[in-house]
Nanobody, 117 residues
């Protein structure tokens, strides 16, 4: 079983920055940390930033150029550096991991990011 714990969320003013972290624990065999999704109030969960096992990255159009996803396989951590935040970035941010054979997804409990003046 894989457990994911996100941290680093909070309240930030427009134009500010936050860095989210996600720590994985448990049996990570054949499982890799993929990146981040978010869900705003009343909306569906959406992909924010993903990083493949080979290190390639993919970003939602709305965050490209502002957000950066990275991963430390030794520490079993994935990060999301968020810059130039705007109110539309307000959401609960979730870390995701996936088993490469079964394609089972694992999720953390989420961390709230609120961008407001």
């Amino acid at each position: 079983q894989v457990q994911l714990v996100e941290s680093g969320g909070g309240l930030v003013q427009p134009g500010g920055s936050l860095r989210l972290s996600c720590a994985a624990s448990g049996n990570m065999e054949n499982t890799y940390l993929r990146g981040w999704y978010r869900q705003a109030l009343g909306k569906q969960r959406e992909m924010v930033a993903l990083i493949t096992s080979g290190g390639s990255t993919n970003y939602a159009a709305s965050v490209k150029g502002r957000f950066t996803v990275s991963r430390d396989n030794v520490k079993k951590m994935v990060y999301l550096q968020m810059n130039i935040l705007n109110p539309e970035d307000t959401a609960v941010y979730y870390c995701n991991a996936r088993h490469t054979a079964t394609l089972r997804d694992y999720w953390g409990q989420g961390t709230q990011v609120t961008v407001s003046s």
